[in-house]
């Protein structure tokens, strides 16, 4: 099941599309319809900190171009060797590193950041108190010393004609660096393997980085890193011609959404050129349901898509010759954080 629960998946989604498990205590949701109206239709508790549009637009731009550096420095790294794991020495350290650089950390904080996203330290929605206590005096040494960083970026910002506090400039810093860190490693490397395991693919976007966007999104469509997003029914609802209580947990399994043959054709397969129908929700309406959909939809996806974008240039720059090790083939596992955690290749 670890190693591949599609055909669980697949038996599920023919016949036994709602269904409670007794072992898990939750109703499982199969198909891509009953996944996407459950997410859209259920609310979490009260609302985590979110980031807001305004606040995006004040990340981005510092993000972009940290990511950019941080991958081509990473990249650089593994270009002269013969071999190497591109999750060890790229994929896993990518989302965080970039975020610290952003921010105008030292590298050292970088370390430690990483390993808390990595034993799953930050993921209670709550910030972390180490991480706050991380960040407080460098919130309030870029307060008394402004630099051209993000965190003197934010300190120095105004929203609606006010500064935003300390404890929103904390939050948002904290988002940045630990929010959604591990869930974008494990979908860079998957992306990664999507790609390389479809070099026609791979030289197409190589050659047109427009194209790097699709190929994003139909990773996450097909690969998800998180497949199953748990929710509580807030009232009973009705989903497949079953109804459950208020208060059933369900698993959302979007991993499942995502091969649904009556949502996507060939669902298997990788296709950067994929043109399904358009969602019955309706154009605006993310096709995969890899970061979620209505009210609680990840409110930082284009941040983690630049995140991407960013490595997956730089490596394709340092590497014009970027193919697996002889003989490697990525081995995907996981149920609740799902990826290859080895990606073995020759980087010339
Ligand atoms: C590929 C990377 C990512 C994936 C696949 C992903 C996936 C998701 C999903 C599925 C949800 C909805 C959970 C639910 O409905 O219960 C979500 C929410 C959220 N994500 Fe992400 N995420 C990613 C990256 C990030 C990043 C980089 C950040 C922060 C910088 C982040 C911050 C959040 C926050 C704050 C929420 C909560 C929204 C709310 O409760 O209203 N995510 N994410």
Redesign the pocket.
């Known amino acids: 099941m670890e190693r591949d629960p599609y055909p669980l998946y697949r038996t599920l989604r023919e016949g036994f599309p709602v269904v409670r498990d007794e072992l898990l205590g939750a109703w499982l949701l199969s198909r891509y319809a009953d996944v996407r109206a459950a ?1 859209v239709a259920t609310r ?1 508790g009260p ?5 807001s549009p305004v606040h995006l637009r004040l990340l981005e731009p510092a993000l972009r171009s940290s990511a950019g550096r941080t991958a081509f420095v990473l990249a650089r790294r593994i270009a002269g060797r013969r071999e190497a794991d591109l999750v060890a020495e790229f994929s896993a350290w990518l ?1 965080a590193a970039a ?1 610290v650089a952003a921010l105008g950390l030292p590298w050292e904080d970088a370390t430690r950041v990483q390993e808390w996203c990595r034993t799953g330290h930050t993921q209670s ?1 709550a910030l972390h108190p180490e991480l706050a206590a991380l960040l407080r005096p460098h919130i309030a040494r870029r307060r008394a010393h402004p630099g051209a960083d993000l965190l003197s970026v934010l300190c120095g910002a105004r929203v609606d004609g006010q500064a935003l506090s300390d404890a929103t400039v904390t939050g948002l810093a904290g ?2 660096l ?4 591990e ?2 490693a494990l ?1 860079l490397a998957s992306f990664l393997a999507n790609l390389l395991d479809h070099p026609a693919q791979l030289n197409l976007v190589r050659a047109r980085p427009g194209l790097i966007p699709g190929a994003w999104a139909e990773s ?1 469509r097909r690969d ?3 497949p199953v ?3 509580r029914a807030t009232a009973p609802m009705t989903l497949g011609g079953t109804t459950l209580p208020a208060g059933a947990v369900l698993a959302c399994l ?1 991993g499942s959404a995502g091969r649904d043959p009556f949502r996507f054709a060939d669902p298997d397969r990788y296709d950067i050129f994929r043109a399904d129908p358009v969602d019955p929700a309706g154009p605006e309406a993310p096709a995969h ?13 284009p ?2 898509g630049l ?2 974008e960013c490595g997956l240039r730089a490596l394709l720059d340092a590497m014009p010759g970027l193919r697996w090790a002889p003989g490697f083939r990525p081995a995907p596992r996981g149920l609740m954080a799902r990826a290859p955690r080895l990606l073995l290749v020759r980087p010339s």
């Open positions: 997410l979490l609302p985590g900190p979110r980031p989302p975020a929605g988002t940045l630990t929010g959604g860190g869930a974008t979908a996450l998800p890193p998180a997003v748990l929710r979007v349901l890899a970061f979620g959909a209505g009210q609680h939809l990840c409110p930082v996806s941040l983690a995140v991407a």
